[in-house]
């Protein structure tokens, strides 16, 4: 079945920075790669996805980027802010299933 | 819309008691899934309901056993709890070949 592996698991920032998380994962015939975001006491909400057919996507402050042929995608923060700070989950699934496979998490920090 | 709901938010019992976490969706979607969260091992899939009246195992069933009650409801139940199930446990849905999912706010659920 699907791995993903995620990187790093423990990330501090100071406010204003970029942060980067970043994701591999095992199976080749994933098409579809979702972030979500864990506020504490809370569940994971979506935040942002791509599809393995487009290579970068952008959001606002959050931006996605995808490289299929070393399996790889990683989530850019850019001007972190306090309300950023929550753990960050990756996740990988392919049609046909749709059921996601999660990485470990990133818990980021933002110090104001 | 309350999205999913879950009850109870917080839970203790003891070694060998039984009980039944409870989970509810009014976004009319047809799967919904069982999933828990431990420090450091991310979210692995329980159960899923990829549709009423159908059931599958996830990565880690054993200890469990769920009911898809009718479409909006998705129940999970440890028959006789053991320290190892002390974890949180989150409850999602999302419409069919759809991959987004919606999470409830979580079960924190103590075995002593």
């Known amino acids: 079945g699907e791995n993903v592996e995620q990187h790093p698991s423990t990330l501090s920032v100071q406010e204003g920075d970029s942060a980067v998380i970043k994701c591999t994962y095992s199976d080749s015939a994933s098409n579809y790669f979702p972030w979500y975001k864990q506020e504490l006491g809370k569940g994971p909400q979506l935040i942002i996805d791509i599809r393995s057919n487009v290579g970068e996507k952008k959001d606002q402050r959050i931006a996605v980027t995808l490289n299929k042929t070393a399996k790889h995608f990683s989530l850019h923060i850019t001007e972190t802010q306090p309300e950023d700070s929550a753990v960050y989950f990756c996740?990988?699934?392919?049609?046909?299933?749709?059921?996601?496979?999660f990485g470990r998490g990133t818990s980021l920090i933002v110090h104001p | 819309n309350a999205g999913v709901t879950q009850t109870p938010k917080f839970q203790v019992l003891k070694t060998g008691q039984s009980m039944t976490l409870q989970c509810a969706q009014d976004m009319n979607h047809n799967s919904m899934y069982w999933y828990r969260q431990d420090p450091g091992m991310g979210l692995r899939l329980i159960y899923y309901s990829a549709s009423e009246g159908t059931t599958d195992k996830g990565e880690v069933p054993n200890g469990y056993n769920v009911s898809r009650l009718n479409k909006r409801e998705f129940s999970l139940r440890l028959e006789s709890a053991a320290p190892s199930q002390t974890s949180v446990y989150f409850c999602a849905s999302s419409l069919s070949g759809e991959e987004k999912l919606f999470f409830g706010s979580g079960t924190q659920l103590s075995v002593l």
């Open positions: 996740a990988a699934s392919k049609g046909g299933s749709y059921i996601p496979t």
